[in-house]
């Protein structure tokens, strides 16, 4: 229904003390991920924190997901104290991480950064298909701040996978190339999909932008 609001009320009713630490920790993170929707980002941090308690690695990705998201505007203190836990987390041999780390980069635009990691990890031919994906978003998205939505589109074309930040990503490139009614149908696919809640004002920006 769009109501965040509601939906963190149903979450949070699910929490209780019996629970493993994991399923607290993902308790938390869902709440903080419904607050970071409502561009609560106090609150989402705070929440955040609460669930390191229980899967700290776990929370901290989680932290910087959100934080690298195109869904509104977090404090820049917060991004860049998520980008350092991250750092911090030997980020070399975990690339997910780094390469969510590089995302957080480009929200500080550090384009240059951000491409050297893109690099890198390219050069490792990822088999990880959650490692691939951030690695097509992550160079897509510099790409299209670099003003080159025509080359971003060509990585996002050779790229089968439906994940959702893939087709939000899509949807920006194409408004960037003039392609207004595409743009709509990948927002609009966004929204739909599962998680599509983190996007629910963005789209609606996004619509009013384009919309006649």
Known sequence: TGDLEAAARLVATLDDSTRAPGERAILYIALANLA????DWRGADSLMNRAR???????SEA???????????????????????LEGMSTRSQPGAELLAALLALRL???????????????TAPSDPRVHKLLTELSAR????EHRPSDALA???????????????????????????????WY???????????????IARARARLSP
């Open 109 to 123: 635009d550090e384009v240059g950064a951000a491409q050297l990691v893109a690099e890198r990890v390219a050069a």
């Open 188 to 202: 609009t696919l966004s929204q739909e999909d599962y998680g599509g809640e983190l996007y629910l004002d963005a």
């Open 53 to 59: 308690r229980f899967d700290a690695p776990a929370a």
């Open 36 to 39: 970071g929707a409502r561009g």
């Open 155 to 185: 990585i996002l074309e050779k790229e089968p996978s439906s994940a959702l930040p893939l087709r939000f990503l899509r949807g920006e490139v194409l408004e960037a190339l003039g392609r207004k009614d595409e743009a709509l149908q």
């Open 142 to 145: 510099r790409l299209l701040m």
């Open 63 to 85: 932290r910087a997901r959100l934080l690298s998201l195109p869904i509104g505007t977090p404090p820049l203190p917060a991004i860049r104290d998520a980008r350092s836990v």
